[in-house]
């Protein structure tokens, strides 16, 4: 499939690249299809809504950040998207890259969960204290991925 970039880029993307987010991405509900695309700058990928060009998502894997980071969802919310084994999951976290020089973070309260078979996805909302919106990559990596 052909996919129009926020960087105005068409950019082919395989068909298992494809992610269906039913209940879309907090703040942006109304768009459902996203493909999944590489970033320059490894490990980060491209979230790109196929629906609108201009919504766009830097997301990482949280585990290579925090070695210690825990999700503890509930299975009938993990049903919505057909996960009954831990093993089909994929956990992904949003990133925000401030333009005004702050911390680069990341939303480790509101993970995406994917179903790798399926590839549906949806993000959850963690009610754990240890996990902020805005968790501080750079720190986070200084620290060895732990929690400071």
């Given at each position: ?38 970033s320059e700058y490894e490990p980060f990928l491209w979230l790109q809504s196929i ?98």
């Open positions: 499939m052909t996919v129009n970039t926020k960087a105005n880029k068409m950019v082919e993307v395989p068909d298992d690249h494809i992610l269906t987010i039913p209940e879309g991405i907090f703040g942006f509900e109304d768009f459902t299809k996203y493909a999944l695309i590489d629906e609108n060009a201009e919504v766009a998502f830097l997301i990482v894997d949280p585990f290579l950040i925090c070695s210690s980071y825990e999700t503890d969802i509930d299975d009938e919310s993990l049903k919505k998207i057909g996960i009954s084994k831990p093993e089909d999951i994929i956990i992904m976290t949003i990133v925000t890259v401030p333009s005004n020089g702050t911390p680069i973070t990341a939303n480790f309260a509101g993970p995406l969960v994917i179903n790798k078979n399926t590839r549906e996805a949806m993000q959850v909302i963690i009610n754990d204290n240890r996990w902020s919106t805005k968790v501080d990559i750079m720190a986070m990596l200084q620290g060895n991925g732990e929690e400071k």
